[in-house]
T-cell receptor, first 113, second 109 residues
Framework: IAGITQAPTSQILAAGRRMTLRCTQDMRHNAMYWYRQDLGLGLRLIHYSNTAGTTGKGEVPDGYSVSRANTDDFPLTLASAVPSQTSVYFC????????????FGEGSRLTVL | GQNIDQPTEMTATEGAIVQINCTYQTSGFNGLFWYQQHAGEAPTFLSYNVLDGLEEKGRFSSFLSRSKGYSYLLLKELQMKDSASYLCAVRDSNYQLIWGAGTKLIIKP
């Protein structure tokens, strides 16, 4: 059982480059999320998708875009990376059940130089 | 604004009991979550409270008081593997999760 798979695990990127973080889930969850986690701060929501074909902006969407062409995949794109986007990025999904708990991927550590 | 407060770091001894507090001020309330996150790993779900009172799950218990905007996570019979960060999160009136910065728990032998 894979759950949620993120790629790459780690990446060093030059400022100004375009980068796509991949996220795939095999749990058939409708809702998917992208968070960033920075030292001393809580998880911050970048973008979310409640179901395939729809997306929404979270707390810190600027500089990021997402798409949700199907249920399983939810890629996050940085169009032109900047050093402030250095962070650990977590993809998560939820089945929207009684608790709506989130299931997280293992994270992608991104460094922008 | 919305705010979740929890201690930055706590230290406890193996075999002991520790209580991690979380206070919140949010726009509405639709449940409170506790997640565990080991260093370099993904957060994993521990507990969910939506009604006042104590929810017990093995060595872990979580308490909620909605009138006080307060929750705690109680860990009993601490083991070295419990060394991790514990994240408190509240689901607000828009069903968005507001996260605390996490409490790093250090367990000493």
């Amino acid at each position: 059982i894979a759950g949620i798979t993120q790629a790459p695990t780690s990446q060093i990127l030059a400022a100004g480059r375009r980068m796509t973080l991949r996220c795939t889930q095999d749990m058939r969850h409708n809702a998917m999320y992208w968070y960033r986690q920075d030292l001393g701060l809580g998880l911050r929501l970048i973008h979310y998708s409640n179901t395939a074909g729809t997306t929404g902006k979270g707390e810190v969407p600027d500089g990021y875009s997402v798409s949700r062409a199907n249920t399983d995949d939810f890629p996050l794109t940085l169009a032109s990376a900047v050093p402030s986007q250095t962070s650990v990025y977590f993809c998560a999904s939820s089945d929207g059940g009684a608790t709506g708990e989130l299931f997280f991927g293992e994270g992608s550590r991104l460094t922008v130089l | 604004g919305q705010n979740i407060d929890q201690p930055t770091e706590m230290t406890a001894t193996e075999g002991a009991i520790v209580q991690i507090n979380c206070t919140y001020q949010t726009s509405g309330f639709n449940g409170l979550f506790w997640y565990q996150q080991h260093a370099g790993e993904a957060p994993t779900f521990l507990s969910y409270n939506v009604l006042d009172g104590l929810e017990e799950k093995g060595r872990f218990s979580s308490f909620l008081s909605r009138s006080k905007g307060y929750s705690y996570l109680l860990l009993k019979e601490l083991q070295m593997k419990d060394s991790a960060s514990y994240l408190c999160a509240v689901r607000d009136s828009n069903y968005q999760l507001i996260w605390g910065a996490g409490t790093k728990l250090i367990i000493k032998p």
